[in-house]
Nanobody
Framework: QVQLVESGGGLVQAGGSLRLSCAASGRTFSTYTMGWFRQAPGKEREFVAVINSGGGNTYYADSVKGRFAISRDNAKNTVYLQMNSLKPEDTAVYYC???????????????????WGQGTQVTVSS
């Protein structure tokens, strides 16, 4: 099993920045596709960003493209989500997720992910 531990959430003003971190357990982190999802109150969980196992390929939701950046450091077993130019509509619980790169195609979707973090609250004030 893979354990995912998130950090970096909090309260920020509109236009500000936050960086979320997700630390993963296991020696096979470098084989995982890693994704970020978010869920606002009353809404379904939605895709935010994904990065492939080697870190060379990324894919973003249109709503965050140009503002967010996903990255990973396989030596640290950690994936990041840099969030810039934050908007109030970015307010949500953000979840880190992992899946095997061998189990599904690119970029994949919500149901392709086998492991999920606990979620971290991001609140953007106007």
């Amino acid at each position: 099993q893979v354990q995912l531990v998130e950090s970096g959430g909090g309260l920020v003003q509109a236009g500000g920045s936050l960086r979320l971190s997700c630390a993963a357990s296991g020696r096979t982190f470098s084989t995982y596709t890693m994704g970020w999802f978010r869920q606002a109150p009353g809404k379904e969980r939605e895709f935010v960003a994904v990065i492939n196992s080697g870190g060379g390929n990324t894919y973003y939701a249109d709503s965050v493209k140009g503002r967010f950046a996903i990255s990973r450091d396989n030596a640290k077993n950690t994936v990041y989500l840099q969030m810039n130019s934050l908007k109030p509509e970015d307010t949500a619980v953000y979840y880190c997720a992992a899946r095997s790169s061998y189990r599904s195609g690119w970029p994949g979707g919500l149901y392709d992910y086998s492991y999920w973090g606990q979620g971290t609250q991001v609140t953007v004030s106007s």
